[in-house]
């Protein structure tokens, strides 16, 4: 080991991919986003169709400086953030949903908010 080396660890800041440029379909793909909260809906009660559990959903938009996508927040997430917000969204995905592109926070996705 070289005496001279540094032991603490920093991890890497993660690359953001710019909306306009996020591919559609690839679950698999670990992208991130960074941008500002343009709106968030009402929240409304969702059952699962795994568990019948109750969860809260609200539906939002994000924007960079090349286009706008609609996420979803979900429970304490809603509180989480708000309008104008700058966040960075880690570990996302984007599917079609009803022929509308969106992005889809994976469970070890991250929101972080980084401006107010």
Do not use: C, H
Not at 36 to 47: D, H, K, P
Request: proline share 3%; aromatic share 6%; glycine share 6%.
């Amino acid at each position: 080991m070289n005496a001279n080396m540094n032991s603490e660890f920093t991890p890497a800041r993660p690359v953001f991919t710019a909306i306009l440029n996020l591919p559609s379909g690839r679950k698999k793909s670990t992208l991130n986003v960074k941008g500002t909260v343009i709106e968030i809906a009402s929240t409304r009660e969702v059952a699962s169709r795994w568990d019948g559990r109750l969860y809260r959903v609200a539906k939002a938009v994000i924007r960079d400086d090349t286009d706008t996508i609609p996420f979803s927040l979900w429970n304490t997430q809603i509180e989480l953030v708000q309008v104008g917000d700058t966040v960075e969204l880690t570990d996302v995905y984007v599917s079609v949903f009803r022929g509308v592109k969106q992005l889809n926070i994976k469970r070890s996705g991250t929101i972080t908010v980084v401006g107010r």
